[in-house]
């Protein structure tokens, strides 16, 4: 058996790492986390998947554990504003379509019509337009059939979750990453705070220790890179190639904002907001204390002054003393993550860009297959493998989705917007672009392995970009009635606007607490 891992890098990726093995394999290994207090943390990712509770469920901590802690809020949706053209809003919702005589609500909307498919067809575009929380003053979730395990954790992983989950969370990542080592060490990781000056390597090229400034050499069996876009192991120690998706997606930079703001007068919408800009796209996550910004973009089109300076008039006032964070983001993935017995997890394994939030999703991700995968003093290679081929094919279907967003946005209003049509695809979406000229994506016709977004998720962003619809809907729908189709609609709408009454606002909600 392994015994002792060493995860170098602290942050959100280290601390999620250590605590989330640490109460998979208990005593059974020992965990060390060395992090430098000179190496600043990117500290932007606060918005998540709805699988990240499966986190917080696995370590037993209840929402009232740690929400507080992290100033954090709930998150139902990602709104999309002036993607299509300007003005126009659309949301990607967490929330599943029914089907319809086996046809989804998506595929009737394309034949009988309506105003925007979203809100004609779900409930939850609503209740993010309506400021509202995705619980009663109870705790109570609105949506009663499904399992709530917020304040009643129980352990679960991702690949459990059968049912689309209504809510994720925005929350500030450095107080979680602090939160979190503050748990784990409580529970036994030992915290070396400390600057790692070397990476010592056997004659075989596995890593045999760190070399650190004032705490000598510390040792491991397995290490986990979790240094971010450096990549001290991986990269660095390891030379293991980055294949960049540079070609396939057109952003490479950020400029962030923490923004004071009284949240009882801000607008506190439960979504992440994506505003699409010249040359890029502004996200805005409402915090419970704060409102997290920033501007993505592509320094072909825009220079890293320009971009600071159209996110500050973006904000207005409010953001005037707040410091720019500027961030070159490494956009990619190594050819493999894990390599010898080093396994690099978080931005040193690979990033898109934050437009679907899936940073700690990949975090997240990448630590479930470890405890899946984990060796023992054999080093299996087929384990090893086996992991590789799973986060890679993970890290490629999101690539996807997102080249999804830029070429079928109807918007081409700039240079920056314009080029995003002219990119290359990545291998195989050509020819899934023309099967959805025809007719909408379904479980046979998107990226087939797993990587976060169901069927549901294409038809959403197709139907709200508005760059790349089918030339008609479906035929065979010709032949049906409609009317169980309509009523499904109205049922949604009706759903929606008693719920948007019932509902406390998110602000009221989180003060309750």
Sequence with gaps: MLRNVVIVGGGTAGWMTATYLKEAFGERISVTVVESDRVPTIGVGEATFST???????LGLSEQDWMPACNASYKLAIRFENWREPGHVFYHPFERMPKVQGFTLADWWLKLGGERFDKDCMVIPALCDAERSPKFLDGNLFERSLHDSGDRPRRSTMSEQDTQFPYAYHFDAALLAEF????????????????????????????????????????????????????????????????????????NRAVALRVPADM???????????????????????????????????????????????????????????????????????????????????????????LESTGIFFIQYGIEQLVKHFPDETWQPELTTAYNSAIGRCLDGVRDFLVVHYRCAARADTPYWKATKDRVLPPGLAERLQAWSARLPDESSVYPHYHGFEPYSYNLMLLGLGGHLPARSLPALDYLDDTAARAEM????????????????????????
């Design 180 to 251: 979190l080592a503050d748990w784990g060490t409580r529970r036994g990781i030992r915290r070396v705070r400390d600057d790692v000056l070397d990476v010592s390597q056997d004659e075989r090229g596995w890593i045999t220790h760190v070399v650190t400034r004032e705490h000598g050499d510390i040792t491991g069996e397995l290490f986990v890179d979790c240094t971010g876009f450096r990549g001290l192991l991986i990269n660095q120690t390891l030379d293991e190639p980055f294949e960049s998706y540079q070609e396939y997606l057109p952003n």
């Design 264 to 354: 009882a007068e801000a607008e506190m919408r439960p979504c992440t907001t994506a505003t699409a800009m010249d040359a890029g796209w502004i996200w805005t996550i409402p915090l419970a204390n704060r409102i997290g910004t920033g501007y993505v973009y592509a320094d072909d089109f825009c220079s890293p002054e320009e971009a600071e300076r159209t996110l500050r008039e973006f904000v207005g006032p409010a953001g005037a003393d707040a410091e720019a964070n500027h961030i070159r983001m490494r956009i990619g993935r190594n050819r493999n993550s894990w390599v010898r017995n080093c396994v690099a997890i978080g931005l040193s394994s690979g990033f898109v860009e934050p």
């Design 52 to 58: 990240v509770r499966h986190f917080f469920d696995y």
């Design 490 to 513: 109205a049922r949604a709408q009706e759903r929606a606007a008693q719920l948007v009454d019932a509902l406390p606002s998110l602000h009221d909600y989180l003060l309750s607490r």
